[in-house]
């Protein structure tokens, strides 16, 4: 486990327990307690917890890794459903996306499609217009000419970037699309694809709503667990892109009609 899976293990361990003991951390995690301790120094200097005598608590405003440290975990993995997923996108398309690590690496293989970006633009319409309410990726896609940014508006989620509230839903409540890219905590067969914020839950839940095609990209650890908000059940889910690391769980989905995408 290098240092940015640490960080992003800590914090998790912190959202879920509220507090860290550095000597249980240690022993947990198979490292020293001055390795522990400089990991939660370094958070701390992030603001992203509290440190205390012999540990750590959970800061007021922060339980996550912001993306940017996130995506070093699993990025491989990421990186191929990305591809997979970009290469469901046809020329005019209409393509929706949440925020999130997996749903950044749909959006670079989207932006970076040969076909797209090198094909002159026919009447000066992009190559495929993206919406999201992902402020990361709004800010990382903007500058490709072939691809036109819409933004959603509304409050910004400091964990994801993601913009949620009233104003998210009205700009979503006017627009169709022709495919949702949607990133989740959890994707169970039974449960469907949930979030942990309520807030980010819903208003990912009416992106998948406006949408014909519904796609739901996750890597294989978010298979076959639960999160605290549901974004969609799981008959919404036209397609399930994922990594070959959970055969089992994708069984399940393929048993429930669901189209799964291995790679």
Do not use: W
Not at 168 to 179: F, K, Q, T
């Amino acid at each position: 486990m290098d240092r940015y899976e640490r960080h992003n293990t800590l914090l998790e361990l912190l959202a879920e327990r509220g507090r860290l003991d550095v000597d249980d951390v240690a022993a947990e995690l198979s490292v020293s307690a001055a390795t522990v301790r400089r990991d939660l120094d370094h958070l701390a200097e992030q603001q992203l917890l509290t440190r205390t005598r012999g540990g750590a608590v959970a800061h007021s405003v922060s339980y996550g890794l912001p993306p940017r440290y996130k995506s070093v975990g699993r990025s491989a993995e990421k990186q191929r459903i990305g591809r997979a997923a970009a290469a469901l996108v046809d020329r005019g398309m209409v393509i929706g996306l949440n925020g999130g690590t997996t749903t950044a690496e749909v959006a670079r293989a989207v932006a970076t499609r040969p076909d797209l970006a090198d094909m002159p633009h026919r009447g000066g319409e992009p190559a495929v217009t993206l919406v999201t309410n992902a402020l990361n990726i709004a800010h990382e896609l903007a500058v490709r000419p072939h691809i036109k940014i819409v933004t959603t508006g509304g409050v910004a989620m400091p964990q994801s970037y993601e913009l949620v509230g009233p104003l998210a839903r009205h700009i979503l409540g006017e627009v169709s699309l022709d495919i949702a890219f949607i990133g989740a905590d959890a994707v169970d067969a039974e449960a469907g694809a949930s979030a942990h914020s309520e807030h980010e839950a819903s208003i990912n839940a009416l992106l998948a709503a406006r949408a014909r095609r519904l796609v739901v990209v996750a890597d294989s650890s978010k298979l076959g667990t639960p999160a605290f908000a549901r974004i969609c059940p799981t008959d919404a889910i036209d397609t399930l892109i994922t990594d070959t690391g959970a055969p089992e769980q994708a069984k399940l989905f393929e048993d429930r009609g669901v189209t799964v995408v291995q790679v």
